[in-house]
Every structure is written in C-alpha cells, then in structure tokens.
C-alpha cells in the first residue's frame, strides 16, 4: 500500500494528474485501500476522480476506461450498492462487446460478472441465460480447462439451483438478509 501511495505521488508530480500512468497508479491505490485497509470512502473518490480524468483523457471506450469503470463497479457491488453496480457492468459489457467483440476474454469477463449482478439482484433466470452463453463461449474461446470457464461452469450449476428451485431461491434470500444485517449489506468476507 504504501509503495502504490508513493508511485502515485511521484507520478503526480513528474507526469502530472491526467498522464495514463497517473491514473494506473491512481486505479492501483484505490483497490489497495479497499483491500488492505478497507477505507471505502477513500477508495470510492480515488476510483470515481480516475475514472472521471480516463473518460476525459482516453474517452469512455479506452480499455483502460473500462477497467476504472469496473474496478468501481466492484465497488459499489461491496459496498451494497447491487443496482448501481448492474447498471455501470452492462454500461461496460456494451462497451466492450462494441469495441472488443462478443468473444474477447475481457468481455466474457464483464458478462460473468453482469450475471453475478443479475443474480445479487434475485434475477436468478436472467443470470443463468447469460452465464450459459458466457459459458459456451468460454468453452469455445477458452476450452474446458481454463479457470474462467470452471468459475462459469460452477456458476452454472448454482443458478440452475435457484432459477428452478423455490426452497433455494428462499434459502438464497435469507443468506443475503443475514449478510446484510451483520454487515451493513457487505459480503461476510469485508
């Protein structure tokens, strides 16, 4: 943490706030703080100011962009905030099946995680129809080995669970309640 603090304030000072290794390292510190320290207001300004001077520096398609964009998406998801982060990953997942194409990894990645959005929201068949197809695609693109395509395999099977099943979806709600009781809506490991 404290090497990302001090890359940034170098980089600020020799290259300026909008250089793009500015702003990388801006990106860099913001996951630190909430991974290691857990300051989520801090994180959340650093994430937005980056992503603000990415848009305006390299425009709202750079991939570089998009990677500010889904790193406060994540967020927002940890900080409870499910809708907000939904709508921001299907901002990216548009984005990115524009410029990258429907089977780029990087897309199949903000298809994955717009379905684990669909699902935190209770949309659990709207997230199995579009795990699946990120599924397939993995298995096509990535083969059956990669571990993207295991995690949407794995997906696959507990959202086929909770798209069919009652008592599991019921089981699923009451999970996320008592989450969201002890932890102010973050996950039990924040």
């Keep these: 943490m404290q090497l990302d603090e001090d890359t940034l304030a170098r980089r600020r000072r020799v290259l300026?706030?909008?250089h793009p290794d500015t702003l990388t390292s801006?990106?860099?510190?913001a996951v630190s703080l909430l991974a290691v320290r857990e300051q989520h207001q801090a994180a959340r300004e650093l994430n937005e100011d980056t992503l603000a001077r990415r848009r305006r520096v390299?425009?709202?398609?750079?991939?570089d962009t998009l990677t500010s964009a889904s790193n406060l998406a994540m967020l927002l998801a940890?900080?409870?905030e499910s809708q907000a982060a939904r709508e921001l990953d299907e901002d990216i997942l548009a984005r990115r099946r524009r410029v990258l194409g429907e089977d780029h990894p990087d897309t199949l990645t903000s298809a994955f995680?717009?379905?684990?959005?669909?699902?935190e929201l209770g949309e659990y068949q709207a997230a199995k129809e579009l795990n699946e197809d990120t599924l397939a695609r993995r298995?096509?693109?990535?083969?059956?080995g990669h571990l993207d395509t295991v995690a949407s395999a794995s997906f696959a099977l507990m959202l086929s669970g909770l798209?069919?099943?009652p008592e599991a979806r019921a089981a699923m709600e009451s999970l996320k309640a008592a989450w969201s009781e002890r932890g102010e809506g973050r996950q039990p490991d924040s």
Aim: no cysteine; proline share 3%; hydrophobic share 40%.
């Design 139 to 144: 298995r096509r693109v990535l083969g059956d």
């Design 58 to 63: 390299l425009g709202e398609d750079h991939p």
């Design 163 to 165: 798209a069919a099943d």
């Design 113 to 119: 995680t717009v379905a684990a959005d669909l699902a």
């Design 26 to 29: 801006a990106d860099n510190l």
């Design 78 to 80: 940890r900080l409870g």
């Design 16 to 18: 300026g706030e909008d």
